[in-house]
């Protein structure tokens, strides 16, 4: 990727110790049509998980309400970030105003049809499209992939060829994924914010990938960055 924190020094920590899953492990030299993804959850997870940035450990967020669960492997991609070029994107296709990055690595979801009983690993993935995603004013979008060599969905080479419920089942998981639980007077903590604006394909799920790794660049230059960051 050319950035600056991809020294040997940074390379020879990285043998001696695990990786950070967001700053030490690469997206890979093929991005963005084959990417690394690191997966946080697993379709059997009924809690919430998700990465701690400080220290590089998966962490309960939150144990979901409802029944729900992620109906795909979902997680993040290395050395990605949501800053103005992602957010910039976002307004121009969408047509809002005041869209900002959600500070966050890009999120992926990645369909498989084998079980895969826990996060925490990293997997090769086929980008093929994705959801606009707005959680209040920010952009959260969300890039759908399949697993690499997957016996039913490699083949898969756009959004548009899979199935609808498929796609139903991931817009609804997000759609809902971030309701709260009710007071003690039976209302709701916060109101959802929530709203996907469109499902886009492959192309755009690339330039998304692009931009979210020059926002990275642009704001992680050295590893002092980092590490004042987290």
């Not at 916060?190 to 642009?218: C, P, Q, W």
Request: hydrophobic share 35%; proline share 5%.
């Amino acid at each position: 990727m050319g950035n600056k924190i991809n020294d040997p020094i940074a390379r020879l920590m990285g043998l001696r110790y695990k990786s950070h899953p967001w700053h030490g492990i690469e997206i890979g030299d093929n991005a963005p049509e084959i990417v690394t993804a690191f997966i946080e959850m697993v379709p059997t997870d009924t809690v919430k998980y998700e990465l701690d940035k400080t220290t590089g450990y998966i962490k309960i967020d939150r144990p979901q309400k409802y029944s729900t669960v992620i109906p795909a492997l979902y997680g993040f991609l290395p050395q990605s970030f949501c800053g103005n070029a992602v957010a910039d994107y976002c307004m121009q296709q969408s047509g809002r105003k005041d869209i900002v990055g959600d500070g966050d690595p890009l999120d992926v979801c990645v369909l498989t049809e084998r079980d895969i009983s826990h996060g925490d690993i990293i997997v090769n993935a086929k980008p093929i499209g994705g959801f606009r995603m707005l959680d209040g004013n920010e952009a959260d979008d969300k890039i759908i992939a399949v697993l690499k060599h997957d016996v039913t969905y490699s083949g898969y080479n756009d959004v548009s060829e899979v199935p609808k419920a498929v796609i139903n089942r991931l817009k609804h998981y997000f759609l809902t994924y971030k309701d709260m639980p009710e007071s003690q007077e039976g209302e709701p903590i916060s109101k959802k914010r929530v709203e996907i604006v469109a499902t886009f394909g492959k192309d755009e799920a690339y330039e998304i990938i692009r931009r979210s790794l020059d926002d990275y660049k642009s704001h992680f230059q050295s590893l002092e960055d980092i590490l004042s960051h987290v």
